[in-house]
């Protein structure tokens, strides 16, 4: 019987590949839907956007933070899909009474290409597996010889507002942001710091903040009262999604990020 491994280390037995998915996880519906496996996901999450006729054709559980149990123990998946930073640790322990729950832990790029490796030995899509790690990679090799003679930029990354929070580092974020050459002021801060937006020049004078589309919907006002502390620092709304969504998602995410390259310049 074939063995797997999560990436927190847990280990599977399947007789046979899962045929009945739920995917706690936006970003890894939307790989599972690239691998091939639309028919399989039974149940789904309602950030899970895309593509966004799933959210008519799934049945929708909860969100990544509150989920319905008995939702899910109705759809009587084979296994269910979740995410270390994503997911609590109490959805995790509610739902191991119902199906496998399989835990990715995202940091880096390798880490989201380990996963789409892995997706694809668990259910058997191991040549589209290979497909999408080939794409990313040769889209990854392209663009850092785009911004391989690009100097490092200071910058910030808003995630949320009262309290105004930070990516900083052991964050997927700021891997994008480092891959950019952008040198993310609160990296030395915790994963996601709590920040006093009066105090951010004394903190790192940013020379670009970025404001994200999600999971707080920052506005023009916000981006106002940003630059009232900044004072010579370009503030920018940027997609979450290019900068936090791993797996297939980033062969677009090279594309966006060489266009805000332009917008900066």
């Given at each position: 019987?074939?063995?797997?491994?999560?990436?927190?280390?847990?280990?599977?037995?399947?007789?046979?590949?899962?045929?009945?998915?739920?995917?706690?996880?936006?970003?890894?519906?939307?790989?599972?839907?690239?691998?091939?496996?639309?028919?399989?996901?039974?149940?789904?999450?309602?950030?899970?956007?895309?593509?966004?006729?799933?959210?008519?054709?799934?049945?929708?559980?909860?969100?990544?933070?509150?989920?319905?149990?008995?939702?899910?123990?109705?759809?009587?998946?084979?296994?269910?899909?979740?995410?270390?930073?994503?997911?609590?640790?109490?959805?995790?322990?509610?739902?191991?009474?119902?199906?496998?729950?399989?835990?990715?832990?995202?940091?880096?790029?390798?880490?989201?290409?380990?996963?789409?490796?892995?997706?694809?030995?668990?259910?058997?899509?191991?040549?589209?597996?290979?497909?999408?790690?080939?794409?990313?990679?040769?889209?990854?090799?392209?663009?850092?010889?785009?911004?391989?003679?690009?100097?490092?930029?200071?910058?910030?990354?808003?995630?949320?507002?009262?309290?105004?929070?930070?990516?900083?580092?052991?964050?997927?974020?700021n891997e994008m942001m480092k891959l950019n050459h952008f040198s993310n002021i609160y990296e030395d801060?915790?994963?996601?710091?709590?920040?006093?937006?009066?105090?951010?020049?004394?903190?790192?004078?940013?020379?670009?903040?970025?404001?994200?589309?999600?999971?707080?919907?920052?506005?023009?006002?916000?981006?106002?009262?940003?630059?009232?502390?900044?004072h010579h620092a370009k503030v920018i709304f940027v997609d979450g999604e290019m900068f936090s969504w791993?797996?297939?998602?980033?062969?677009?995410?090279?594309?966006?990020?060489?266009?805000?390259?332009?917008?900066?310049?």
């Amino acid at each position: 019987m074939p063995e797997f491994k999560d990436q927190l280390g847990h280990h599977f037995t399947f007789e046979k590949a899962p045929v009945r998915i739920v995917s706690l996880v936006p970003s890894q519906t939307e790989l599972l839907y690239d691998l091939g496996l639309e028919d399989q996901l039974v149940g789904i999450t309602k950030f899970c956007v895309h593509p966004f006729h799933l959210k008519s054709t799934k049945k929708i559980v909860g969100g990544t933070k509150k989920v319905h149990v008995e939702k899910i123990r109705l759809l009587q998946p084979d296994i269910i899909i979740c995410n270390k930073e994503e997911n609590t640790l109490e959805i995790v322990e509610s739902l191991q009474g119902i199906a496998p729950v399989w835990v990715t832990n995202i940091i880096t790029i390798e880490d989201s290409l380990e996963v789409i490796l892995q997706f694809g030995n668990l259910f058997n899509r191991r040549t589209e597996a290979r497909k999408w790690i080939d794409k990313i990679r040769f889209a990854r090799q392209d663009f850092e010889a785009f911004v391989k003679n690009m100097p490092q930029q200071k910058a910030a990354y808003f995630i949320w507002k009262n309290p105004w929070m930070s990516a900083g580092c052991d964050t997927f974020i700021n891997e994008m942001m480092k891959l950019n050459h952008f040198s993310n002021i609160y990296e030395d801060k915790g994963r996601y710091p709590e920040v006093i937006i009066q105090k951010i020049r004394i903190q790192g004078d940013p020379e670009i903040v970025f404001l994200s589309s999600e999971p707080y919907p920052f506005n023009e006002q916000d981006a106002f009262e940003v630059g009232r502390f900044t004072h010579h620092a370009k503030v920018i709304f940027v997609d979450g999604e290019m900068f936090s969504w791993y797996g297939t998602r980033l062969v677009k995410a090279f594309s966006y990020f060489r266009k805000l390259h332009e917008r900066i310049s």
